[in-house]
């Protein structure tokens, strides 16, 4: 069961999520930051890469979604899973930003991914739905 640190059951809100992302600069920090809203009581979200709209999940069907971030792009059709991996391992050493990272994976076909806090997996999905890659989220380094 995952700790929800609020007081007398409350739920997480989108101003408690946007003050833990706001630590993040880059995918190095990404660990810290899921660690934080895990302890909020997020067990899942899933980040469209269209729009920027993410839908946060909690126990009991509770689920809350941000507006988009930016104007709607075009996710490639073609989607190359050895591209993503290249993107990842650039992203998460710290050399590129999370603006740039979602651009990269939208032209390499990624449509969303999806965080699954128990499991503690991030998985990434193309246009049709169909996996590209799924990876562990490391340990927090705090």
């Known amino acids: 069961m995952v700790q929800n640190n609020t007081n007398d059951g409350e739920k997480f809100t989108l ?3 946007k003050a833990a992302h706001a630590k993040t600069r880059s995918g190095a920090d ?9 302890e ?10 269209s729009d920027g709209h993410i839908k946060y999940h909690g126990e009991n069907e509770y689920t809350i979604a941000a507006p988009p971030k930016w104007e709607a792009k075009k ?3 073609d989607s190359d899973k050895e591209d993503l991996k290249a993107i990842l391992k650039i992203h998460q050493s710290g050399k590129t930003d999370y603006l ?7 032209e390499i076909g990624v449509e969303k991914w999806i965080l699954d806090m128990k499991e503690m997996t991030c998985t990434y999905y193309d246009l049709q ?8 989220i490391p340990a ?3």
């Open 15 to 17: 101003e408690q999520i």
């Open 30 to 38: 990404f660990p810290n930051y899921i660690q934080e809203i895990k």
């Open 40 to 49: 909020m009581g997020v067990i899942a979200y899933e980040h469209f890469l």
């Open 75 to 77: 996710i490639n059709t």
């Open 100 to 106: 740039t990272f979602c651009a990269e994976a939208a």
């Open 129 to 136: 739905g169909n996996k590209m890659l799924t990876e562990k």
């Open 140 to 142: 927090n380094k705090a």
